[in-house]
């Protein structure tokens, strides 16, 4: 069965930074598109950055230049550090992997930024 689970999420103040963690257990060679993606109350759920498995990164416009997301494929993680954190990007951030073709996703960590 396979399961992430996320770490990392809290409470900041404006211009903090947060850096969020997701493990994966599912053998690292069927793990393709690995990405964050969140939720804030009210809102659908949004993709916030992607890294495939050969390092390609795609950010959505909002956080380009503020957020970096990276994986190690030996420990199967996948991270998103975020810096100059604003109000707006209060939300539940989900971890999300696609493994044989299947996406799979993570519980969910909240973060909450204070303005």
């Known amino acids: 069965q396979v399961q992430l689970v996320e770490s990392g999420g809290g409470f900041v103040q404006t211009g903090e930074s947060l850096r969020l963690s997701c493990v994966v257990s599912?053998?690292?060679?069927?793990?393709?598109?690995m990405g964050w993606y969140r939720q804030a109350p009210g809102n659908q759920r949004e993709l916030v950055a992607t890294i495939s498995s050969a390092g390609t990164t795609h950010y959505t416009d909002s956080v380009k230049g503020r957020f970096t997301i990276s994986r190690d494929n030996t420990k199967k993680t996948v991270s998103l550090q975020m810096n100059s954190l604003k109000a707006e990007d209060t939300a539940v951030y989900y971890c999300?992997?696609?493994?044989?073709?299947?996406?799979?996703w993570g519980q969910g960590t909240q973060v909450t930024v204070s303005a």
């Open positions: 999300n992997a696609e493994i044989r073709g299947l996406g799979y």
């Open positions: 599912a053998s690292v060679s069927s793990i393709r598109l």
